[in-house]
């Protein structure tokens, strides 16, 4: 199994600004995964980040916004940009060893804009 | 794209009882977890079940891929049962490993 952590494990920012949440994983993983789960509602997939090439964003999230680095296999970073008080939400980062493997999770970034 | 409902929504019980949750899926899928998220936010991994039965300690699992459905059981809970538990699915047409998940159902165990 992989462990991964995530920083900062939540921040208070103003609206207008942009924060940086760092994903490290313990091991080599192929495809990292950056999902937001807003107040009392489910995760949801904002984009995958494979080695060495562009993240792939869902319907509803666009590079802009939402800028991600992948330059290794142990790590990524998700940039929220331009933040809103709409963006406040728990960014989750997961990563598997395989496409077909168990996935596994970061403890989360805990996001307030005000 | 793939639906994953979950049911029931919420659940309450009494510490010492048994529960089902259940999981339906409308598509193929590769892979199906099982997840309870504490109420700090940590998601942790219960089952990794594509098919077949598991269990760990107070919880089993049995998916019926052939039926698309998961089932979560919890026996003997205890308050520290209480969270969200969801149930994600990695469909077989996705080459990628993206897991789309369920609303969850909201489990408060009482004393």
């Known amino acids: 199994s992989a462990v991964i952590s995530q920083k900062p494990s939540r921040d208070i920012c103003q609206r207008g600004t942009s924060l940086t949440i760092q994903c490290q994983v313990d091991?080599?993983?192929?495809?990292m995964f950056w999902y937001r789960q807003q107040p009392g509602q489910s995760l949801t997939l904002i984009a995958t980040?494979?080695?060495?090439?562009?993240?792939?964003?869902e319907s509803g999230f666009v590079i802009d916004k939402f800028p991600i680095s992948r330059p290794n296999l142990t790590f990524s970073t998700l940039t929220v940009s331009n933040m809103s008080p709409e963006d406040s939400s728990i960014y989750l980062c997961?990563?598997?060893?395989?496409?077909?493997?168990?996935?596994?999770f970061g403890p989360g970034t805990r996001l307030t804009v005000l | 794209g793939i639906q994953v409902e979950q049911s029931p929504p919420d659940l309450i019980l009494q510490e010492g009882a048994n529960s089902t949750l259940r999981c339906n899926f409308s598509?193929?899928?590769?892979?199906l977890q099982w997840f309870h998220q504490n109420p700090w936010g940590q998601l942790i991994n219960l089952f990794y079940?594509?098919?077949g039965t598991k269990q760990n300690g107070r919880l089993s699992a049995t998916t019926v891929a052939t039926e698309r459905y998961s089932l979560l059981y919890i026996s003997s809970s205890q308050t520290t049962d209480s969270g969200v538990y969801f149930c994600?699915?990695?469909?077989?047409?996705?080459?990628?490993?993206?897991?789309?998940f369920g609303a969850g159902t909201q489990v408060v165990v009482t004393p």
């Open positions: 994600a699915v990695h469909m077989t047409t996705d080459s990628w490993g993206k897991l789309q």
């Open positions: 997961s990563g598997d060893s395989h496409s077909y493997n168990e996935q596994f």
């Open positions: 598509d193929s899928v590769n892979n």
């Open positions: 091991s080599q993983v192929t495809m």
């Open positions: 980040a494979n080695q060495g090439s562009e993240a792939t964003y």
């Open positions: 079940i594509p098919s």
